[in-house]
């Protein structure tokens, strides 16, 4: 008990101690977001958005004000709700729907939303959609229409049993279309039609499998023609790929018209005018359906869409690695970029050049952020890659990136607004970290599947043709190379469980292992400052180590006669993330003696 005194003690010494560097420090600004983005809808030039929270959990509703695209402002709505499970927006009311209640609010003020009623409803509520002055609400295999328009006294006007649970649903004049499936992975889903012209006796007019789909099926409107599509990004699988096109001039007997676009796999669609935009894993495509019996894809942008929410001249998609897209659509066979909001975003690596700062977030490709006003950083494009990255580095006008399945990219910085692909490299193995400097490239990579991982060393002078210089194994099969960083003429290697590695590189083309340090858990990354290694220790009880580096890694506390820093390193040693993360950024002053 003594000692566990002693080493909070020291810990609440070395945490002050820490604090009073920081005040060196003077915050001037960040791009932050919220939990975990669910959905979009879009009114004039706001976004509204649905994110889930994990701790606690529940959900979040987020204001985005886009007046000015490049500098949007994001506003917090501070009321608990459950999980999110629908949107619905009607002229200045926004409906939200979680398992047990919808929460309905007043948008007249964008930027202020107030709670306008709370409805709980035990049978529950889910997908929402308007019609008319009514908002339909689609639980399990039910559809119930309700009458919002006195928000003191909601009454149901309508309730619709389908044959099995709804994927998707719309109406055309009194008619409702329901896509139904989800019930298992061997049977077709269904296309059920009602006539809701008498709205307390729905009939059934239509039934009939969509061949070939599973799981969920989506839906959408454009003139008197219906679209079907079956929705990829759901586990999907079966033979149903692109759009299914029908007349519906008689809903009751729908034509089929043909089946367009069959090698997309889609996400999510939007009618607009007379365009689709449809959102699959690649791309998001703009279909001209001016002639529905003769769609024509018109322009692409290279991101893919899990959700489309077209308003004005605008499409806001909600992408797979949880970002909102914006792209204006004025020209649909040039769909122009406008701006990308990150909720929830957690970056890997960051470097910046000139005036702007390139950021991976584990995601395939980069974004960019002009930080010319510190203050105020404003996300103004994004790349996409192809396969995940984990880091980033910008050196001698050029960017370079890890391509985690592929081996790593590089890129021009001549306009540092638009970089340009000069080239990529290939590894064959999975790339975890890099490091440039003088012409030289050095990659740790992973071999999570036999392959050729280990520390691969490339000239770029020409980085047109990069070449490789040398490749150094593994030291145990299935190993993990978390981090590298040269230092003189030696290469030092965080090697997952394996330790630390050292490396001598005097001859580059045939580097030798020159000395082992085991670590008490994973070695996950390391810097170097003034001749000490600092390495990263992930695992029960996170760490840091120092280590002097023209000692070949003797360990620095060891070696000094300083009783108080022996008693800081005992204090150290259990410390937890947030503190080691401080120990981390301010350890060398401290501990350099």
């Not at 701790?55 to 490049?70: E, I, K, M, R, W």
């Not at 999980?83 to 200045?92: E, K, Q, V």
């Not at 209640?101 to 529950?124: K, T, W, Y």
């Amino acid at each position: 008990m003594k000692c566990l005194h002693i080493t909070l003690l020291l810990t609440a010494f070395l945490a002050s101690s820490l604090y009073a560097q920081d005040g060196n420090f003077e915050f001037i600004g960040q791009a932050m977001g919220d939990g975990n983005l669910l959905d979009i809808a879009a009114s004039g030039n706001y976004v509204y958005i649905a994110s889930m929270l994990n701790n606690p959990q529940g959900s979040l509703l987020t204001v985005v004000d886009l007046s000015y695209p490049a500098r949007p402002r994001r506003f917090l709505i501070d009321f608990e709700m459950d999980n999110y499970l629908g949107f619905h927006l009607s002229d200045s009311l926004l409906f939200f729907s979680t398992y047990d209640s919808m929460v309905v609010f007043n948008i007249s003020d964008p930027e202020a939303p107030s709670v306008a009623a709370i409805i709980q409803d035990s049978l529950g509520l889910g997908m929402l959609r308007g019609y008319g002055n009514y908002v339909a609400i689609a639980f399990q295999a039910t559809i119930r229409i309700a009458d919002f328009s006195d928000l003191d006294s909601v009454h149901q006007v309508c309730r619709v049993n389908c044959a099995q649970i709804v994927s998707d649903y719309a109406f055309y004049r009194n008619y409702l279309l329901v896509a139904e499936g989800q019930s298992g992975f061997y049977t077709d889903c269904l296309l059920e039609i009602f006539d809701l012209s008498n709205p307390n006796d729905p009939v059934l007019v239509y039934s009939s499998n969509i061949v070939g789909s599973r799981r969920r099926v989506g839906i959408e409107i454009k003139d008197h023609y219906m679209l079907l599509y079956q929705f990829w990004g759901d586990g999907a699988w079966g033979t149903f790929r692109g759009i299914n096109l029908y007349d519906i001039m008689t809903p009751a007997n729908p034509q089929f018209s043909g089946a367009y676009f069959q090698d997309l796999e889609i996400w999510s669609m939007e009618r607009h005018g007379d365009y689709i935009f449809v959102g699959d894993s690649d791309s998001i495509y703009a279909i001209e359906f001016t002639n529905p019996i003769s769609p024509q894809i018109v322009g692409a942008f290279p991101e893919n869409a899990f959700r489309i929410f077209a308003t004005n001249n605008t499409i806001y998609c909600r992408t797979l690695r949880g970002a909102v897209l914006v792209l204006d659509i004025t020209d649909p066979g040039s769909l122009q970029f406008v701006s990308m909001y990150i909720p929830g975003s957690s970056p890997w690596s960051v470097t910046n050049y000139q005036n702007y700062a390139y950021v991976v977030d584990g995601n395939s490709g980069f974004n960019i952020v002009d930080i010319s006003d510190p203050r105020s950083p404003v996300g103004v494009n994004y790349y996409r890659t192809g396969n995940q990255s984990h880091a980033i580095q910008a050196g001698d006008g050029m960017l370079i990136l890890t391509d985690n399945y592929a081996g790593a990219v590089i890129y021009s910085l001549g306009d540092p607004l638009h970089p340009q692909l000069i080239c990529p490299i290939i590894t064959n193995s999975f790339v975890r970290h890099l490091y440039y400097a003088d012409n030289i490239l050095y990659l740790a990579t992973n071999d999570p599947w036999d392959w050729d991982g280990g520390i691969y060393i490339y000239s770029i002078a020409d980085p047109q043709n990069p070449m490789q210089l040398s490749h150094v194994p593994l030291p145990t099969p299935h190993g993990s190379m978390n981090a590298i960083k040269p230092h003189g003429n030696y290469l030092f290697v965080a090697e997952g469980d394996s330790g630390i590695g050292v490396y001598n590189t005097q001859n580059i083309s045939d580097p030798q292992l020159i000395r082992w340090v085991h670590t008490p858990s994973t070695a996950a990354d390391l810097d170097i400052k003034d001749d000490i290694l600092s390495p990263w220790i992930m695992g029960p009880g996170c760490c840091l180590m120092t280590f002097r580096t023209h000692m070949i890694l003797r360990f620095l506390i060891r070696r000094t006669k300083d009783p108080l820093m022996q008693l800081i390193s005992k204090a150290a040693w259990p410390l937890w993330h947030p503190l080691t993360v401080a120990f981390r950024r301010s350890i060398f002053p401290i501990l350099q003696i």
